[in-house]
């Protein structure tokens, strides 16, 4: 049986007195279904991985106002096997986090809050508390309750008279039966629009990558969702729900321990590269750095053993701009093409 869970109210609450286990074994994604309220897991937690769709990697992919509280008063495990592409947003724990709580991996999460006792997380969420307007009433449906009322007409004004409609006289011993009025209402929900910090992925199905969304109109390159790759392309732009985004940066870690990683391409738009974006990616021979990249984070390439051939377009890079060991433990006998008239800012 499938089970759908939806949280879109900031007064949504779920409690698990157990383990939680989440697994998108059909294909489906779960991406902007955890946009508000609070979520309270007392055992394990487990994202599980199963279907063989890349939509399916964004089985909790919570974001906006979302909350998810661990107690700790027992060891609790917390597994992602789809992170970034799934991730806590606001996580809130009690107690001592290293000896309370076990994270694979470290970090899956957008914001951390940690308290001493549970009374102080109580005092927290008494603070945060939103107003019950906030939230549709019980009666209330959200989908209508915009529209307007609508008014009853008159008796006897419905059906029009003999002299009105000559060819709706009553035929003898009948008499008119009053026809029922459908009014025909239209939804007044508005598609979700992400917040900054949502993890969202292209439209093309074919492009297996998650991106996190910078602005309005720009994202972050996040994560490959196969670390099994052999070939990256990093594209210019990204079209997620008819908006089209232009891709800025690149992650940190976005392809950090991809072994099989040969090639990528890196889109025109990039202006810059996160710390560790390229670590360990032992069979990466050649890479081309476009022209308007500014900024190349620490440990970018580090550990790339095989990089051979770095071709650096962009003249916007000063020696500052270039973070510690970006290219660090890369092939002995490397080759390094700069434009020309940067050279002697590269030298120095």
Not at 199 to 216: F, G, H, P, R, W
Not at 246 to 259: D, E, M
Not at 328 to 348: C, F, R
Request: aromatic share 8%.
């Amino acid at each position: 049986m499938l089970t759908l869970l939806v949280m879109e109210y900031v007064l949504d609450e779920v409690k698990v007195e157990g383990d939680f286990l989440i697994d998108t074994n059909n294909g489906s994604t779960n991406a902007s279904r955890f946009t508000a309220g609070t979520m309270t897991i007392c055992g394990d937690f487990t994202q599980k991985y199963s279907a063989s769709s890349v939509y399916g990697s964004y089985g909790f992919n919570a974001s906006d106002k979302h909350i998810v509280i661990l107690p700790g008063k027992q060891m609790q495990e917390i597994k992602f096997e789809k992170y970034p592409s799934s991730h806590f947003n606001n996580l809130k724990l009690v107690g001592d986090i290293n000896k309370n709580y076990k994270f694979t991996p470290e970090n899956c999460w957008n914001s951390l809050s940690v308290y001493e006792t549970q009374e102080d997380l109580e005092k927290s969420l008494e603070a945060e508390k939103p107003n019950a307007t906030e939230n549709p009433s019980a009666t209330e449906n959200p989908a209508t309750s915009d529209l307007p009322e609508m008014t009853k007409e008159p008796q006897g004004t419905g059906n029009p008279t003999e002299t009105e409609n000559p060819d709706t006289t009553n035929a003898p011993g009948t008499t008119n039966t009053p026809q029922p009025t459908t009014a025909q209402f239209f939804s007044t929900e508005q598609p979700s629009i992400p917040t900054v910090g949502t993890i969202i992925m292209d439209d093309n199905e074919q492009v297996s990558a998650s991106y996190k969304l910078l602005s309005t109109d720009q994202v972050s390159y996040e994560a490959a969702s196969d670390k099994n790759i052999t070939k990256a392309v990093i594209p210019a732009t990204i079209t997620k729900d008819g908006n089209t985004y232009k891709v800025t940066s690149i992650s940190n870690n976005a392809f950090s321990g991809c072994n099989k990683l040969q090639s990528v391409t890196i889109g025109k738009n990039v202006t810059n590269t996160g710390n560790n974006a390229f670590s360990k990616c032992k069979k990466l021979k050649k890479i081309v750095i476009p022209a308007n990249v500014k900024k190349i984070g620490k440990r970018t390439f580090y550990g790339c053993k095989n990089l051979k051939i770095i071709s650096i377009k962009t003249k916007k890079l000063k020696s500052k701009s270039v973070g510690a060991q970006a290219f660090k433990g890369i092939h002995k006998k490397a080759v390094i093409k700069v434009p020309k008239k940067q050279k002697k800012t590269y030298k120095s």
